[in-house]
């Protein structure tokens, strides 16, 4: 399991209030985890709150992009976002896991599946992170 220590994402305030922690990265990968509180943003039925889910998304991204940026390239952000929620979200802890699909010169295509402690596919989403030279 390797975690990159060049962006600490554990150390990021927004990170820390969620209870999101970067558990693992490889080459245009990244898992992340949500530990799931009673400070935890909930929803429908006492699940996690769906902004929650779509923060999620958009933050396993992030890191999956680092992990192998194009020499002069530079981050410039999320260009697009898209979620698909299939389950409530319960249980103790719930991962992200990120697949960068595609790096074009402009713009990363990303694949982002949520799944729960027990294992249960929760929602699936893509991200478009634009770089720029």
Request: with cysteine; net charge negative.
């Amino acid at each position: 399991m390797k975690v990159d220590n060049a962006w600490d994402f554990n150390a990021d305030p927004f990170h820390a209030y969620l209870g999101l922690t970067l558990e693992e990265t490889q080459e245009d990968y990244a898992r992340i985890r949500l530990s799931i509180n009673e400070n935890t943003p909930s929803g429908i039925g006492g699940s996690v709150n769906g902004g929650v889910l779509a923060t999620m998304i958009d933050m396993a991204a992030v890191p999956a992009v680092f992990t192998n940026i194009r020499e002069g390239s530079q981050p410039a952000g999320t260009a697009d976002l898209q979620i698909t929620y299939l389950r409530q979200a319960h249980g103790k802890w719930i991962d992200a896991q990120a697949h960068v699909v595609k790096r074009g010169r402009q713009l990363c295509t990303i694949h982002v599946d949520i799944h729960s402690d027990d294992g249960t596919h929760l929602a699936t989403g893509r991200v478009l992170y634009a770089l720029r030279s």
